[in-house]
């Protein structure tokens, strides 16, 4: 599956979760699904959007 094309505001989002993984990562928390469902999040809505479906 193609990644979608995502808006400013949904790059600034991965960004801002990313940055608190690399964050939790540096504390030593290694296993972050919160963080990768997050983004998956993201990207499915915004594949939701180009495909024009609610």
């Given at each position: 599956m193609s990644e979608p094309k995502l808006t400013?505001?949904?790059?600034?989002?991965?960004?801002?979760?990313?940055?608190?993984?690399?964050?939790?990562?540096?504390?030593?928390?290694?296993h972050q699904p919160d963080i990768d469902r997050g983004i998956d999040r993201i990207k499915n809505r915004a594949r939701k959007r180009a495909n024009g479906s609610k």
């Open positions: 400013a505001w949904e790059k600034a989002q991965i960004v801002r979760l990313e940055l608190r993984g690399i964050r939790r990562a540096a504390a030593g928390i290694e």
